[in-house]
């Protein structure tokens, strides 16, 4: 019988830097109206430590947006040159990043340091333009997303795109899939809805029952079909 070795470092952590956005997300879950306060120095250096300390395999960076805060350069350069080969992986989770192209320059230096595309980022696409944009409540944000993308692979920078499926955008799951497939995206995430925050207020848009077996049907097939796995 083969053995199963279970490494002793946690699998994964995520850290949100800020509740700071420039979108108005209807499925967010932080609240409309909370505030976005800056993070002092004092915990987010509390926090690197913890972080180096647990050797985490991969670190999802987020938010809100976790570009908006103003520490997110200096942590990238704290992990590597205090964890070095036991970098984790770090996923950069933004709706920004065509605004960011300082960090990405940042993390195409720290990869070519490292050997390898230990730092990606993550993006999420919720269909057509029009579809995309009235989800987000951003006017032209879908362009912008593309903008991100052919930026990231300008630098060979490694991302995923995802999709969180409502009722508004059911339809366009294939529409997504082409897209990741298109722009060479390492990961196409399928998140569940969760109607807290603001998303309470559109609980409405949660998929029906049969709709969820519908999502989990699709799923199957494209995995099939693609002879990939979609989480």
């Known amino acids: 019988m083969k053995q199963i070795v279970v490494s002793d470092r946690p699998y994964h952590l995520s850290w949100d830097l ?8 209807n499925l967010c879950y932080n609240t409309e109206k909370k505030s976005h306060p800056t993070e002092t120095r004092d915990l987010i250096e509390t926090i690197l430590d913890n972080v180096v300390e647990l050797k985490p395999l991969h670190l999802g960076i ?6 908006l ?3 997110i350069s200096w942590i990238l350069q704290q992990l590597a ?65 593309i903008e991100g993308i052919k930026l990231l692979k300008r630098y060979g920078i490694n ?17 997504v899939l082409i897209l990741a497939l298109y722009w060479g995206a390492g990961l196409l995430n399928i ?11 559109a609980y409405e848009q949660n998929l029906s029952s049969e709709q969820y077996k519908w999502l989990l049907d699709w799923i199957v097939t494209r995995n099939t079909q693609l002879s990939c796995q979609l989480p």
């Open 62 to 67: 987020g938010g809100g947006d976790s570009l």
């Open 81 to 145: 040159e205090r964890m070095g080969d036991e970098m984790p992986i770090i996923t950069i989770d933004t709706m920004m990043v065509n605004q960011g192209e300082d960090v990405v320059q940042q993390v195409w230096r720290l990869n070519k340091d490292l050997g390898d595309n230990r730092i990606q980022f993550y993006l999420s696409i919720h269909g057509s333009p029009e579809v995309h944009d009235k989800i987000v409540g951003y006017k032209g944000h879908f362009k912008k997303q």
């Open 159 to 175: 991302f995923s795109l995802g999709i969180v499926p409502t009722k508004e955008n059911f339809n366009q799951l294939d529409t």
């Open 18 to 25: 800020t509740t700071a956005c420039h979108l108005h997300c």
């Open 191 to 201: 998140s569940r809805f969760v109607p807290i925050g603001k998303g309470a207020k």
């Open 69 to 71: 805060s103003p520490y």
